[in-house]
């Protein structure tokens, strides 16, 4: 069975400092997709990587970098220099291969407060 | 803007009526959408995927005849929860996959605005 694991519930940070939010899946599937999603207190969410099983190469976006390691099933999310925009309940995300289906397994979410 | 769109954004129901959700598909035909349900501080969770012409497909748990969900078209599905109560308060939130080859980014999952239902 598919699963997603943030164990971290919520984490607290000062701004400018570095977070690390962690995410461990376990799939049987050969082929899958990794996803990470932002959700502010309004509640939409805001896509922000999909990573696809055969591209382990880590990415960078501006202040945002992934980690992706198969060999300990893990897809890390780290956010430099933190900001107070930053503070919303992330959640890393598992689907089987997109051309098959569309349906996402999420985690349970971490919530990180930014404190000025 | 929107790629997939969400209405109402929110709804305020009296119990024991019934409250319908819209979920549109801007710039593409979906054949298969997606339902989830987020309860305060929890995760998202998958309630139904909607097949459009045909039955959608309910997970687990999921109540088929309080949760209603019909697509009827290739760029509509609607949730309707019959007989509302206080505990199906919560954020309904659709997604649909844009297929491959169109205008927009193939294959990639897009998410509706979402809906806060509060049942009263």
């Known amino acids: 069975a598919q699963k997603v694991t943030q164990a971290q519930t919520e984490i607290s940070v000062v701004e400018k400092e570095d977070v690390t939010l962690d995410c461990v899946y376990e799939?049987?599937?050969?082929?899958?997709?990794l996803f990470w999603y932002k959700q502010p207190p309004s509640g939409e969410l805001v896509f922000l990587i999909r990573?696809?099983?055969?591209?382990?190469q880590n990415e960078i976006s501006g202040r945002y970098s992934w980690n992706f390691q198969k060999s300990t099933s893990s897809f890390n999310f780290t956010i430099t220099a933190s900001q107070v925009v930053d503070s919303a309940v992330y959640f890393c995300a598992l689907s089987e291969a997109l051309s098959n289906t569309g349906k996402l397994i999420f985690g349970q979410g971490t919530t990180l407060q930014v404190k000025p | 803007g929107a790629v997939v769109s969400q209405h109402p954004s929110w709804v305020i129901c009296k119990s024991g009526t019934s409250v319908k959700i819209e979920c549109r598909s801007l710039d593409f035909q979906a054949t298969t959408m997606f339902w989830y349900r987020q309860f305060p501080k929890q995760s998202l969770m998958l309630m139904a995927t909607?097949?459009?012409?045909?039955?959608?497909?309910?997970e687990q748990g999921v109540e088929k005849d309080k949760f209603l969900i019909n697509h009827a078209s290739l760029t509509l599905s609607t949730l309707t929860v019959t007989s509302a109560h206080p505990e199906d308060s919560s954020f309904y939130i659709c997604s649909a996959r844009a297929p491959a080859g169109g205008l927009i980014s193939g294959n990639t999952i897009y998410f509706g605005e979402g809906s806060w239902l509060t049942v009263v």
């Open positions: 909607s097949n459009e012409g045909s039955k959608a497909t309910y």
């Open positions: 799939t049987r599937d050969t082929t899958y997709y």
């Open positions: 990573r696809n099983s055969f591209d382990e």
